[in-house]
């Protein structure tokens, strides 16, 4: 069986994909990550369907010149807008964060009701919603779009008071909807689970997309003959397209380690430079 | 006296600008605007000097290709960073929102304990406590980050308990050093005027950096004979590098009146292009 030496390109608009990178390194401790953070221009939740396909191309060209063997687009709301723009577009696996994450709430609720959170941009596109009923038409979806959990995140606030009003205001509808199952379909939001099934209580079973999708690289990296081999040493690399003095710090509490060899990358000519 | 009709440029990272314009178009009915907004890589509050000083650049450059009369930086962080590159780099009349409302907070403290309240970039640049320390070394400055006022004055969420939990969080602080002046150094601010008069208290007086800035664009329009004529009648166009469904909404709430005339334009080759 052929094996493949090369990292695993990953990207997200900015450390929020660090999540999804956390859980591939738990579930595939030999491979490499060469990780892209547009931070420069995040977020992407806020923007238009022509912006964000722009950004998530320039971003996948950045990755593919860097030799990745697949891309795991670690950014809901990229992959909501931008997935098949970018697959049409490169040709070599590319990974998305709906899919995965539909699928397991299809095979988790007992109830039929499944919520789901994410950005402004996710839940306009409806992805999340033509995923799950694709798996089956009989569950009812409930999408809400909760911009101020990505700035808390971001902020460290994962159980001051105000993170408890935001979520009490974004998710009551979702409680009154009675769903058994709730979608974290942006990858910032894990980092606010405590405060999410708090409000949500212990019934609710909550969905780390980034989880799901590291399960899904897994079994394409298999299917496609792209696992490193045996005794490979894992390389990671993290490339930004603005470095803040805090990053490393944010970044490290995502990611769950503590972050090296980040550098920046500039735009030039509609590209991504060193 | 000579006059001028060109259209008086100003730029903003996003909306917030608008609050500024709106100030503008208050004392100066005759003039036209020409703004922009760089909706598509907002915010930049939360990023370094060598990515804020590259936009900045990029959307002056934008203005200018225009023939703006003179441009105004609508945006306290662009001026913390950019404002002195910008100045080196055109030859025209450019004017921040620092300086006036520095000048405003010394002319007002009887205290001398002036707070501060800005985002991560501004507050880190310190532009406001030299700015302030100009004019008076005795001034003492108080500066506090408030990165999460942006995405709640974005989200609308103006008299919401969580926005009363976050300014409790950032202001008491300020509270603490007993400032009797509070500078809102970001353009976003006033629209939680109400919140953060609530928590520092009625004997605190706040100061709207973009007010300030407005007096300040008329003093130099006038001196340097660039004032519209009598009779002229106002024009003014807004765009942007990306225009979300909900920007009218959200922009006419800063603006204060019904935004019409927005485009979109998108960057090429480290340019604005319509």
New interface residues.
Partial sequence: MSTDRRPIGCFDSGVGGLTVVRRLLELLPRESVQYFGD???LPYG???RP?II?FSIENTRWLVEQDVKAVVVACNTSTALALDAIRRKFDLPIIGVIEPGARAAARITRSGRVGVIAT?ATV?SRAYSHAIKKVSKKIEVFERSC??F???A??G?LE???AL??AR?YLSPLKRHQVDTLVMGCTHYPLLRGVIQQVMGPGVKLIDSGEEAAGEAHRVLEMEGLLAPRGAVARHEFAL??????FTEVGSRFLGQTLRKVRRV?????AWRI
Same sequence: chains 1, 2.
């Fill in positions: 931070t420069a221009r806020s923007k238009t912006t722009q402004r306009g911009p101020l990505v700035p808390l971001e902020e606030w001051h008071p105000a009003e935001v205001e397209s603005d470095v803040p003095g805090r500039t735009h030039e000519d509609g």
